[in-house]
């Protein structure tokens, strides 16, 4: 285990899964201690089952973020168990169908968006909320990440609409919080993921399997990304290391975007 978090606390949204449990995994192993927050219950106490075998500290709290009354409790079970909040990564997120713009409903429009956008900014107003109270209390502040995609930098005709406009917005409410929040000491950035092998996207490349080739070939490196490369990005952005680092989209996606 490593010292990086010790004695620090924090939060993961959809931690029940993929990237977000590899960084609750990760955020442990450094020391913090770890709110798994997520819709699914059994992938949470998945996760914590993961965590407590390596010795960490974990607590699991049922979140859907898309729903302010959850995400303020989620903050405030946190305070509750932990004392504080130092740190969150914002990852609770969904595909949704791959459906051509001018099939898209406007019911799967309002779930991708509120789920993926709405939810990341209800995450963040309460997080910074709390942050600000303790910052004026022990002159702390915070970090936040949230995960956006290369889909919130460019976009690609397959991509389904919804999906493009709440990652492009993650980047933009990233940007707008670290503004709004950098001389209250909170830094907040975006990771910006390539394809990564996650249930997310087994899931397209099953549904969708005469995608593979083509989203091979859009990774320069020749492979899909792993979930612990993107938590190792989340976990150095909310670290003592990246202080001077506020307001960025960093990339993590094998050359994805530099096409
Ligand atoms: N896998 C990729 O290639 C990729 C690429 C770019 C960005 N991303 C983003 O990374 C994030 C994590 O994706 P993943 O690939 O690990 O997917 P995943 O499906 O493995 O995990 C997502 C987790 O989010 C949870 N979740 C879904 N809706 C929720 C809600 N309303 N409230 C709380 N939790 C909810 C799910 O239960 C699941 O545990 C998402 O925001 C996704 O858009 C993934």
Known sequence: MGED???????VTGAGSGIGRAAALKFASEGAKVVIADVDVDGSEATKAMI???????????TDVSQAEEVAAMVEQTVAAYGRLDFAFN????AGDIVPLIDYSEELWDRVI?????GVW???????????????????GGAIVNTASVMGLISSASNP???????HGVIGITKNAALAYAASGIRVNAVCPGYIVTPLVEGILERHPERKAQIMADHPVGRLGVPEEISEA?????????????????????GYVAH
């Open 234 to 254: 989340a976990v150095w952005l909310c670290s003592d290391a990246a202080s001077f680092v506020n307001g960025t989209a960093m990339t993590v996606d094998g």
């Open 161 to 167: 609409v919804a999906y493009t406009a709440s990652k």
């Open 114 to 118: 509120g789920i993926n956008l709405k």
């Open 122 to 140: 209800l995450c963040m107003k309460y997080e910074i909320k709390q942050m600000l109270a303790q910052s004026q209390a022990h002159g702390g």
């Open 52 to 62: 407590d075998q390596i010795g960490g500290e974990a607590i699991c709290v049922r």
């Open 5 to 11: 978090f010790a004695g620090r606390a924090g939060l």
């Open 91 to 94: 990852n609770a997120g969904i």
